[in-house]
């Protein structure tokens, strides 16, 4: 059983502060690890992906993989309120991809 | 924007009924998903294509039926709509060349209510 899990918050930060979002998974063949952001009644949309150990930055947005632990972070900083989203960690151990329930991040203006 | 679109966007419909939804995509990718997602459950597969006419089960495929006659269109069959079926779905898409680095885009979503 390939499972991925979240804290499904809700997780609320000021404006300006730093989010951070966790994931771990239990598959430890998975390799690639995405983070998708999903506002309120629209479809999931990639915002990061990571493959190797260690930090990967884009912007304000840094994914985190540790695969010996098999945790997954993803750091939001200078967190704005268009960031209230919800935040899905997926894995790809192979063709299939496995979702996590997601966690609801609130950024308080 | 990934090219995807699905079709109808909304659709209610009565116990009983069949419904086909339709996923679209112009990116010539070769995989092709469709996932329900419900509150508390998050995104769960219920079926995927690796190519024209191949086909395989997700974990919740009970209920669904699905056929890929070209590669750019992907549709879903729910044979006789149930209550437990409302729900969002999405289809998905990811390139599908291997070596663990793909990547999957998602369409606009169908809401779907059984009534």
């Known amino acids: 059983q390939k499972e991925v899990e979240q804290n499904s918050g809700p997780l609320s930060v000021p404006e300006g502060a730093i989010a951070s979002l966790n994931c771990t998974y239990s598959d430890r063949v998975s390799q690639s690890f995405f983070w998708y952001r999903q506002y309120s009644g629209k479809s999931p949309e990639l915002i990061m992906s990571i493959y190797s150990n260690g930090d990967k930055e884009d912007g304000r947005f840094t994914a985190q993989l540790n695969k010996a632990s098999q945790y997954v972070s993803l750091l939001i900083r200078d967190s704005q309120p268009s960031d209230s989203a919800t935040y899905l960690c997926a894995v790809n151990p192979s063709n299939q991809f496995y979702f996590g329930t997601g966690t609801s991040l609130t950024v308080i203006p | 924007d990934a090219g995807i679109t699905q079709s109808p966007r909304h659709k209610v419909t009565e116990t009983g009924t069949p419904v086909t939804l339709r996923c679209h995509q112009t990116e010539n990718h070769r995989y092709m998903y469709w996932y329900r997602q419900d509150p508390g459950h998050g995104l769960r597969l219920i079926h995927y294509s690796y190519g024209v006419k191949d086909t395989d089960k997700g974990e919740v495929s009970d209920g669904y039926s699905v056929s890929r006659s070209k590669t750019e269109d992907f549709l879903l069959t729910l044979e006789s709509a149930t209550s437990s079926q409302t729900s969002v779905y999405f289809c998905?898409?990811?390139?599908?060349?291997?070596?663990?680095?793909?990547?999957?885009?998602f369409g606009p979503g169908t809401r779907l209510t059984v009534l």
């Open positions: 998905a898409i990811s390139e599908g060349k291997g070596g663990g680095t793909d990547t999957q885009y």
